[in-house]
């Protein structure tokens, strides 16, 4: 599951995420660090991850930021 994510902001440095296509590939690499901020088992229910990536995303405000637009 998470491979799949990674692989996909390795390839072209958005991972498909909206905000980010904006950006330069260039930019992004030299600006840009990504972490694992949780790990889950892949039973646990998807409106639970979905609830703390939301979290998440609130605390570092990167909605504010412009870097996540949901």
Not at 9 to 24: F, Q, R, T, V, W
Request: aromatic share 18%; charged share 30%.
């Amino acid at each position: 599951m998470i491979w799949g994510r990674w692989k996909d902001y390795i390839a072209n440095g958005n991972g498909g995420n909206i905000e980010l296509k904006s950006l330069d590939f260039e930019y992004i690499q030299k600006n840009f660090r990504y972490s694992i901020l949780e790990i889950y088992k892949s039973t646990t229910d998807d409106d639970a991850i979905l609830e703390r990536e939301s979290w998440w995303k609130e605390l570092l405000m990167t909605r504010q930021f412009g870097y996540n637009k949901n």
